[in-house]
């Protein structure tokens, strides 16, 4: 089912579909967004792919296998927490600190972001695994 | 066929034990009383600290820990050597030694029980090393579930003295025993404490896994099943005497099973015949002589079962270290196989004699002395005290004809035909020569390590039992002469053991009534009643599953919402016209998601469903529920599409009567779940929570978007909890979609 209507669009989708993911991942913490929405999109972005090519194409194209994808996420989601628990606090207690821009504004960093990007990886991940292997077990089947 | 070489790397294995043994060396030396050091991690919250606890008898146990640990590397390494997996094993090794000083030296009781588990775990692993053969397999799972097991009712004990304690933490419940042993919890508490310490230590009733462990290589039981980790039984115990001791029932409880034990496991050494099956049935008799002196928990009791602790792990992991070499060059471990092997084996024939002696507690061997301790830690034991005696000397007489068994019948008498051969390389040899020759020069010359090691264990056990004095040569006295008059029985009995092992095999048929059998028996009925039930809840029909979930799901949210009582306090007056239409829209579609002939049908009405809840999310100002709602429905749809063509008709698999069923089930569970809801909205007439979120949301977590930094802050656990759950979710449908019978369709 490739048509090239939807290909020529999905040319233009994909990396704009991604991108924004990325976007609603980092914008979360302040805006609607964050890394389920996130990977979500990502996985759209994916699923895409596999309807105007197939899944090896898809697979191919992502680079990365999806497990890869699961196990970096929750490493990082494990990681994210272990910081605190060096300084004494709970585990998974979010931690901050400020890089100066400028003279009055800070680029601020914590580990929540590491913990947003290890949900955003692991559904993605998730939900990329589970498209695959439907979609391989179709095209087998054709 | 020569001998493989072993691997040289494998050896820096050693070097972790080797740098704890100079760690507790230097602990042993530097360390008066008991110190305390807390490391910044746990959660004070639920009292759970990692916190250790340093004082004379956890230096005792990490020092033999280590010591034993450096000696079974290295014997290890040239045993095993040409095996495959050798870093797993010896990697298992280190883990085992790790949890065991975490048992040794934890402050904290939950911190001690999970070291606990952790030794049961490894030592699974370490068992089960042959994991090939089916009986080794079963020995490990026996030996993972009778210690495990003991090890969550020690739990249970575990809590209920943290809670009549008011902490876990040992310094505070030391301090504590008065209120202790006068708590009504008292007896439970002791009662559950001991199980998991006479499971793990191996006393009847319990005994029984030991000797089936006797399938893990030798260095393992060289190290786990004389050394260390049958000690953890009795260090608890001995950790716990001035909590929970003193008392009739402990005295009573400890001494008889101790005694018991101490008699059961020095008859069944004689009668084996499997050198590692009687050096494994004479730890059982010797952890026995141990929980009995802890029971009678007097200062003499406690020095005698210190020193008598020492010795015994030093000539126990000698003579274990021997089997294996026996065992390695011979190719049996049969005693009726063996004999005259001492012109082949000029070296190992005098570690296992050096050994030997110190089995049958007698000559110049610091068990001697131990033994003389225990003798007279027993006298002063009231009406009691004539029968342990004689429990003693018969043990010392049986345990005398053990040693002979082990020492005298493979080297000595005449080679069997084609029995060949010769001394292992030295890193076999030595070890147990070191272990062997340590129990006697230490006999001799007991001082240094009596006040070093001994002496601080036996005052951190006892206040009284400090001024700890071993001495091997008391002149000539009753003691001397009992023990005199033992061993020469034991030798008689040795001499004399065919005879008398005709006579006693009939009795052999009791071990159909043995706690082994009563214990296999119930793991069977176990095992069929979890089959039973996995067929009936289990059945592979997706539908029944649902069933049951539902079910369940219903039973407990409506009986916890009808003993609580349901408030609703709602009106409709406020309802917008969009919202109400939105609302119909919603119901109209659900109405054709449930009676649609098509399946196609079904799915676009719960698309509807989806998008409606998502636009109503809006409305109530909820952007990032609603965002996820219309990504979820979105990847719905695409994965509907991907499953379509394979799904057959839409067909009706059930009967009339089945159908009804489902329908109340689900008219119910449907009822039961808005009326849940509609009431939580009517209690929100305080939003405390919601308040807190939003005034601490920026302050705390840096973030605007509060339903964010709920997700990854405040409660990031949970989330971490749900992420690992999609993740096995995703990873369970490819395991379905591919794992299918060979050729079948899924």
Redesign the interface.
């Known amino acids: 089912m490739s048509s090239l209507i939807l290909r020529t669009a999905a040319r233009f989708l994909i990396p704009l579909l991604v991108l924004f993911s990325i976007y609603t991942l980092f914008r ?10 996130g990977g ?2 990502a ?2 972005a994916f ?1 895409l792919y596999v ?1 105007g090519w197939d899944a090896r194409a898809a697979k191919r194209a992502a680079g990365i296998d ?1 497990h890869v994808l ?1 196990g970096t ?2 490493l990082l ?2 990681g994210s ?1 272990l910081p605190a ?4 606090r ?3 207690t ?1 931690l ?1 600190a400020s890089l100066p821009v400028g003279e009055h504004t800070g680029l ?1 960093f ?1 580990t ?1 972001i590491l ?2 990007t ?2 955003y990886l ?2 993605a ?3 990329v ?3 695959t ?3 391989e ?2 095209e087998e ?1 054709d | 066929m020569g001998t493989p070489r072993p691997s040289r790397a494998l050896r820096a294995f050693a070097a972790l034990p080797l740098a704890l043994l100079v760690l507790f060396l230097w602990l042993a030396a530097t360390v008066r009383g008991a110190r305390v050091v807390r490391l910044p991690f746990g959660a004070e919250a639920l009292g759970l600290t990692l916190s250790f606890r340093l004082d004379g008898l956890s230096i005792l146990f990490g020092t033999l820990i280590s010591a034993v640990g450096v000696l079974v590397v290295l014997y290890g390494v040239t045993y095993l050597a040409g095996r495959r997996d050798l870093g797993r094993f010896f990697v298992c090794l280190s883990l085992f030694m790790a949890s065991m000083i975490g048992v040794a030296v934890a402050e904290n009781l939950i911190a001690l029980f999970i070291f606990w588990e952790l030794t049961s775990l490894t030592s699974w692993l370490l068992i089960g090393t042959d994991h090939e053969r089916a009986t080794v397999r079963a020995a490990a799972l026996q030996a993972l579930l009778v210690t495990a097991g003991g090890g969550m009712v020690m739990l249970a004990g575990f809590v209920m003295l943290g809670s009549v304690a008011g902490s876990f933490e040992l310094t505070k419940i030391l301090t504590m025993s008065g209120a202790i042993r006068a708590h009504s919890l008292y007896l439970p508490i002791l009662l559950l404490i001991a199980t998991g310490a006479f499971t793990k230590s191996a006393q009847v009733p319990f005994h029984f896994w030991l000797p089936a462990a006797m399938e893990a290589p030798t260095p393992v039981s060289a190290y786990l099943h004389s050394a260390t980790m049958v000690k953890a039984g009795v260090f608890l115990l001995a950790r716990l005497l001035p909590v929970l001791g003193g008392t009739e029932v402990w005295t009573t409880l400890l001494g008889l099973t101790g005694a018991i034990t101490m008699l059961t496991g020095a008859f069944l050494a004689v009668v084996a015949t499997d050198i590692k099956k009687i050096l494994a049935y004479s730890t059982i008799s010797a952890l026995g002589s141990l929980v009995l002196l802890i029971g009678l928990g007097s200062p003499a009791a406690v020095q005698a079962a210190m020193v008598f602790l020492l010795a015994h792990t030093l000539y126990k992991a000698a003579l274990f270290m021997v089997a294996g070499i026996i065992d390695h060059e011979t190719g049996t471990r049969d005693i009726e196989a063996l004999g005259g092997l001492r012109r082949a084996m000029p070296r190992t024939v005098v570690a296992a004699a050096a050994g030997a002696l110190s089995l049958a507690s007698f000559g110049p061997v610091l068990s001697f002395a131990g033994k003389e301790m225990i003798v007279l830690a027993l006298s002063p034991s009231g009406r009691w005290s004539l029968a342990l005696q004689a429990a003693v000397y018969t043990t010392a007489t049986l345990l005398a004809a053990a040693a002979a068994l082990v020492a005298i019948r493979p080297f000595f008498g005449t080679l069997p035909e084609g029995l060949r051969a010769h001394d292992p390389p030295a890193a076999m040899w030595l070890p147990p020569m070191i272990l062997a020759s340590s129990g006697v020069l230490i006999g001799i010359a007991p001082r240094g390590v009596t006040s070093l090691l001994l002496a601080p264990a036996a005052a951190a056990i006892h206040p009284d039992a400090g001024a700890l004095l071993v001495a091997l040569w008391h002149g000539v006295n009753a003691g001397l002469l009992m023990g005199a008059a033992a061993f020469t029985g034991g030798l008689l009995l040795f001499r004399t053991r065919t005879a008398w092992l005709r006579a006693v095999r009939p009795l052999a048929g009791i071990t159909r009534f043995g706690p082994a059998a009563l214990w296999q028996a119930g793991l069977d009925r176990a095992l069929a009643f979890a089959a039973w039930q996995a067929r009936v809840l289990q059945n592979g029909y997706l539908r029944i599953y649902l069933l049951f979930v539902i079910a369940t799901m219903v039973l407990l949210v409506g009986v916890a919402a009808a003993a609580g009582g349901l408030r609703f306090r709602f009106s409709f007056h406020d309802a917008l016209l969009h919202e109400i239409f939105l609302s119909a829209i919603i119901l109209a579609a659900s109405v054709v998601a449930v009676s649609s002939r098509s399946r196609l049908g079904s799915v676009a009405a719960l698309g509807v469903v989806g998008y409606s809840v998502a636009l109503l999310y809006i409305l109530f100002s909820a952007p990032d529920l609603a965002m996820t709602q219309f990504l979820i429905e979105t990847l719905t749809v695409i994965l509907f599409v991907l499953v379509i063509y394979r799904l057959p008709r839409y067909t009706v698999l059930t009967r009339p009567l089945e159908r009804t069923r489902d329908i109340a089930l689900c008219t119910l569970a449907g009822g039961v779940i808005a009326a849940v809801v509609l009431a939580a909205a009517s209690e929100r007439a305080e939003p405390v929570l919601s308040r807190f979120y939003a005034s601490h949301s920026v302050e705390l977590a840096h973030g605007r978007n509060i339903v964010n930094v709920i997700l990854v802050d405040f409660r990031a656990l949970d989330t971490m909890g749900e992420i690992t759950v999609v993740a096995v979710a995703a990873i369970g449908v490819l395991a379905l979609l591919r794992l299918r019978p060979e050729g079948g369709r899924p």
């Open positions: 979360g913490h302040n805006q609607p967004g964050g890394g389920f929405a979500l999109l996985a759209t699923a309807f999806p699961i996420g929750l989601v494990l927490g628990l060096f300084k004494g709970a585990f998974l979010g901050w601020a914590g929540p913990f947003d290890g949900v692991a559904v991940g998730s939900v695994l589970i498209i292997a439907l979609a077990e179709q089947e």
